[in-house]
């Protein structure tokens, strides 16, 4: 059984920096594309950025491109999203989710992690 | 990017009731949408994938449809720990697979 587990949020001042992370384990970790997703409080899901099984070709979505970072270490199962220059709007829970696929082109989430809290607030 | 959207964004409804809701893609997705289930602070579930295609361990009253551009979610029997949030999910432009806004369901 898949299992994903964030660790790293809190309370950071805007304009300041942070770094989340999402253990995996229960799977083949460097054969997944890997995403993270946020969540505003009482809002809805807003995908982040995503990064391919070997680590290339990250993906960010405008609202946090240039400021946020996806990166992986396979060796250790290990995803992170290191977040500067943190704006308030960026005060959510963030997830991290396994993609899997099947006949190629047929994707989506099939875990997802319990989240983790980032507030940006002075 | 392709913008997603839902409706209703709430409904209340009964035990046993049979609801439907549904998302609209802002250009042809053809079938690459994902329905997903979410209650409060918990993580979001996936349900359906595919448009159609019943992710493993989820019950068969949950079921979807639809192609293009309109995507219907339906459970036949509404059962108590269905009242929850669902999202559907945009799975054509890889990898900025963006989320509708979702629509609630509450008990009547």
């Known amino acids: 059984q898949a299992q994903l587990v964030e660790s790293g949020g809190g309370v950071v001042q805007p304009g300041g920096s942070l770094t989340v992370s999402c253990e995996a384990s229960?799977?083949?970790?460097?054969?997944?594309?890997m995403h993270w997703v946020r969540q505003a409080p009482g809002k809805g899901l807003e995908w982040v950025a995503f990064?391919?099984?070997?680590?290339?070709?990250?993906e960010y979505a405008d609202s946090v491109k240039g400021r946020f970072t996806v990166s992986r270490d396979n060796s250790k199962n290990t995803l992170s999203l290191h977040m500067k220059s943190l704006r308030a709007d960026d005060t959510a829970v963030y997830y991290c989710?396994?993609?899997?696929?099947?006949?190629?082109?047929?994707?989506?989430?099939?875990?997802w992690g319990q989240g983790t809290l980032v507030t940006v607030s002075s | 990017d392709i913008q997603m959207t839902q409706s209703p964004s709430s409904l209340s409804a009964s035990v046993g009731d049979r609801v439907s809701f549904t998302c609209r893609a802002s250009?042809?997705?053809?079938?690459?949408v994902n329905w997903y289930q979410q209650k409060p602070g918990k993580a979001p579930r996936l349900l359906i994938y595919?448009?159609?295609s019943l992710q493993s361990g989820v019950p068969s009253r949950f079921s979807g449809s639809g192609s293009g551009t309109v995507f219907t979610l339906t459970i036949s029997s509404l059962q108590l720990e269905d009242f929850a949030t669902y999202y559907c999910q945009q799975a054509y432009s890889t990898p900025r697979f963006t989320f509708g806004p979702g629509t609630k369901v509450d008990i009547k």
């Open positions: 989710a396994k993609e899997d696929y099947e006949l190629i082109l047929v994707y989506y989430f099939d875990y």
């Open positions: 250009e042809s997705i053809h079938t690459y």
């Open positions: 229960g799977f083949r970790f460097g054969s997944y594309g």
């Open positions: 595919s448009a159609s």
């Open positions: 990064i391919r099984h070997d680590g290339s070709s990250p």
